[in-house]
């Protein structure tokens, strides 16, 4: 049964990281939180106790979960205790995607928590009413609540601390997912991490062990290299037999209190019984056989019986008790080996079950990172995603005067497909105009912006080539019916051009101007492709070719 884990959090998260155990079915988890003083100074939140604490009656270990302490490079005291590093306490409930994102657009992230004691963190900081307002709205431009959804009253507090600031507000709904993806990953790491230390400690102890009788039996040293059981075993066969003279040495393999497996020279049949009933009889590690010409001897480590060896048919029977006294000096020496052969596979597994939970939750994390990113219908990126890689897009353009068009694109008559044929046709059609569009050109940034439009930004592409583009796709579109499970569907699509251009300020104002070249292109007939500010020039009421169905 796994250690319980005792996990160190910030009394704002306390409520949050609860949640998302529960979630995750982690029974063996203990939840410890440590005081939050979130103020101004360096080194934010006290986390002497929570580092340099041993973890309580009961636990195995200690993990602390803290981003906000100006000394997270030192060592713990207690080995059992460790640490899992955040560049903020806020990165437990999102990426850097979207935090960078939110605080580069002037936002002051708060959680749920945190918005609690407000109050309390201002008068930490030494702010008043007036100083507070003056820091905040110098600082920042927004109140953000990053909402997990676990806190019904955090919106509440979030609008009252906005009033008192006089700032806006708003809440951002993360959800828990991000947070239960990194409470697996840290928790998976820190029991493979303490079975690792677990099994290290075993095999150094093993290894003083041996190092202690060496010097004694120069035969034994080769006991230590030996990490196979069976060859450890074959091993110790050879020793007995070499050290007593006899070659008829029975090695029983032992696991909880049974005889597991037999290894002979030439096996009897009463051997099994006889060794079982041996070990269950054994109180002082060995026991003489009713002939008096041999013993049965206990290989043991730590309490641990490893396994059972019957020396029989002693070729110089006076001697008994010298073989045994012989034997019963080796044996722990023996058991160490056994132990060392069964710690070395422990820690195989290990490192092999470290590996497994690496890559698993790397492609965990991939598989998240697509489904915030991507259209799940069309595969292609969603709005948040493109308004994303657009921004940065249209900064560098604008930055460094290069030219950059934006293509909407809107289905003709959409609704009339799904009322004819259904919405599940409806799917079959947008899922093949995404993959006909994308097929014209990949080096644009392709997504699904609404219900039946799409959007291609296009950078270093200037306003007649943009348009030559727009009409390539429009024909992509129209010459060919879309095949579905009712049968082909005849397909046509209105499309509208923004460039950057005279007035352009930003993103907002490039879709803006899209979308009213896109009205235009639909006020024309449809079926065509308008340039904002440009008289039309290309498909203006131009047919399709012979559409090929």
């Given at each position: 049964?796994?250690?319980?884990?005792?996990l160190?959090?910030c009394s704002?998260?306390?409520?949050?990281?609860?949640?998302?155990?529960?979630?995750?079915?982690?029974?063996?988890?203990?939840?410890?939180a440590?005081?939050?003083?979130?103020?101004?100074?360096?080194?934010?939140?006290?986390l002497?106790?929570a580092?340099?604490n041993?973890?309580?009656?009961?636990?195995?270990?200690?993990?602390?979960?803290?981003?906000?302490?100006?000394?997270?490079?030192?060592a713990?005291l207690?080995?059992?205790?460790?640490l899992?590093?955040?560049?903020?306490?806020?990165?437990?409930?999102?990426?850097?995607?979207?935090?960078?994102?939110?605080?580069?657009?002037g936002a002051?992230?708060v959680?749920?928590?945190w918005?609690?004691?407000?109050?309390?963190?201002?008068?930490?900081m030494g702010?008043d009413?007036?100083?507070?307002?003056?820091f905040?709205?110098e600082?920042?431009?927004?109140l953000?609540?990053?909402?997990?959804?676990n806190?019904?009253?955090?919106?509440?507090?979030?609008?009252?601390?906005?009033?008192?600031?006089g700032?806006?507000?708003?809440?951002?709904?993360?959800?828990?997912?991000?947070?239960?993806?990194?409470?697996?990953?840290?928790?998976?790491?820190?029991?493979?991490?303490?079975?690792?230390?677990?099994t290290?400690?075993?095999?150094?102890?093993?290894?003083?062990?041996?190092?202690?009788?060496?010097?004694?039996f120069?035969?034994?040293?080769?006991?230590?290299?030996?990490?196979?059981?069976e060859?450890?075993?074959?091993?110790?066969?050879?020793?007995?037999?070499m050290l007593?003279?006899?070659?008829?040495?029975?090695?029983?393999?032992?696991?909880?209190?049974?005889v597991?497996?037999?290894?002979?020279?030439?096996?009897?049949?009463?051997?099994?019984l006889?060794?079982?009933?041996?070990?269950?009889?054994?109180?002082?590690?060995?026991?003489?056989?009713?002939?008096?010409?041999?013993f049965?001897?206990?290989?043991?480590?730590?309490?641990?019986?490893?396994?059972?060896?019957?020396?029989?048919?002693?070729?110089?029977?006076?001697?008994?008790?010298?073989?045994?006294?012989?034997?019963?000096?080796?044996?722990?020496?023996c058991?160490?080996?056994i132990?060392?052969?069964?710690?070395?596979?422990?820690?195989?597994?290990?490192e092999q079950?470290?590996?497994?939970?690496?890559?698993?939750?790397?492609?965990?994390?991939?598989?998240?990172?697509?489904?915030?990113?991507?259209?799940?219908?069309?595969?292609?990126?969603?709005?948040?995603?493109?308004?994303?890689?657009?921004?940065?897009?249209?900064?560098?353009?604008?930055?460094?005067?290069?030219?950059?068009?934006l293509?909407?694109?809107?289905?003709?008559?959409?609704?009339?497909?799904?009322?004819?044929?259904?919405?599940?046709?409806?799917?079959q059609?947008?899922?093949?105009?995404?993959?006909?569009?994308?097929?014209?050109?990949?080096?644009?940034?392709?997504?699904?912006?609404?219900?039946?439009?799409?959007?291609?930004?296009?950078?270093?592409?200037?306003?007649?080539?943009?348009?030559?583009?727009a009409?390539?796709?429009?024909?992509?579109l129209?010459e060919?019916?879309?095949?579905?499970?009712?049968g082909?569907?005849?397909?046509?699509?209105?499309?509208g051009?923004?460039t950057?251009?005279?007035?352009?300020?930003?993103?907002?104002?490039?879709?803006h101007r899209?979308?009213?070249?896109?009205?235009?292109?639909k006020?024309?007939?449809?079926?065509c492709?308008?340039?904002?500010?440009?008289?039309?020039?290309?498909?203006?009421?131009?047919?399709?070719?012979?559409?090929?169905?």
């Open positions: 049964m796994p250690e319980t884990l005792c160190r959090v704002h998260f306390r409520r949050d990281v609860e949640t998302a155990l529960a979630g995750l079915g982690e029974q063996g988890v203990r939840v410890q440590y005081p939050a003083v979130c103020t101004l100074r360096p080194g934010r939140c006290n002497a106790a580092r340099e041993p973890p309580p009656e009961g636990c195995g270990g200690a993990l602390v979960l803290l981003g906000c302490d100006a000394e997270t490079h030192a713990p207690d080995p059992r205790v460790h899992a590093k955040l560049d903020h306490c806020i990165h437990l409930l999102a990426g850097s995607d979207v935090l960078d994102l939110e605080t580069r657009a002051y992230l959680t749920a928590g918005i609690k004691q407000w109050r309390e963190h201002l008068r930490e702010f009413r007036e100083t507070a307002g003056e905040f709205r600082c920042s431009r927004e953000l609540l990053l909402d997990t959804g806190d019904e009253h955090a919106f509440g507090e979030l609008e009252a601390m906005a009033r008192y600031l700032l806006p507000c708003r809440s951002r709904y993360v959800g828990l997912d991000y947070l239960r993806l990194f409470l697996s990953g840290a928790i998976s790491k820190w029991r493979n991490l303490a079975a690792e230390a677990e290290k400690e075993v095999l150094a102890q093993a290894n003083r062990k041996v190092a202690d009788y060496a010097m004694a120069d035969l034994l040293v080769r006991l230590s290299h030996i990490t196979d059981e060859a450890t075993i074959t091993a110790i066969q050879e020793l007995f037999a007593f003279g006899c070659t008829n040495l029975v090695y029983a393999q032992v696991e909880e209190g049974r597991k497996e037999i290894f002979a020279a030439e096996e009897r049949p009463q051997d099994r006889d060794l079982q009933q041996a070990l269950d009889a054994l109180h002082e590690g060995y026991l003489i056989m009713p002939s008096g010409n041999g049965f001897l206990r290989i043991d480590y730590r309490d641990a019986v490893l396994g059972l060896i019957l020396v029989r048919e002693i070729p110089f029977p006076a001697y008994r008790d010298q073989y045994l006294n012989l034997g019963l000096a080796i044996s722990n020496l058991g160490l080996a132990s060392n052969a069964r710690a070395f596979v422990k820690l195989r597994e290990t079950s470290l590996r497994r939970e690496r890559d698993i939750n790397a492609r965990l994390f991939q598989q998240v990172r697509v489904l915030a990113d991507t259209d799940p219908l069309t595969a292609l990126l969603n709005r948040r995603r493109f308004s994303e890689l657009a921004e940065v897009e249209f900064a560098r353009a604008k930055r460094y005067f290069k030219p950059i068009a293509i909407m694109l809107d289905i003709d008559h959409f609704k009339q497909v799904n009322d004819t044929y259904g919405h599940g046709v409806g799917d059609v947008i899922k093949a105009i995404a993959e006909r569009l994308r097929a014209v050109r990949v080096s644009d940034i392709l997504a699904r912006y609404g219900g039946e439009e799409l959007v291609a930004l296009c950078p270093g592409t200037r306003a007649r080539e943009a348009e030559r583009l009409e390539r796709l429009r024909l992509a129209c060919h019916d879309i095949e579905t499970t009712e082909p569907i005849p397909i046509t699509a209105s499309i051009v923004a950057f251009e005279g007035g352009v300020e930003n993103l907002d104002d490039l879709v899209a979308d009213q070249a896109l009205y235009a292109a006020s024309a007939g449809r079926n492709v308008r340039v904002y500010g440009r008289a039309a020039d290309v498909s203006e009421h131009r047919p399709c070719r012979p559409r090929k169905t």
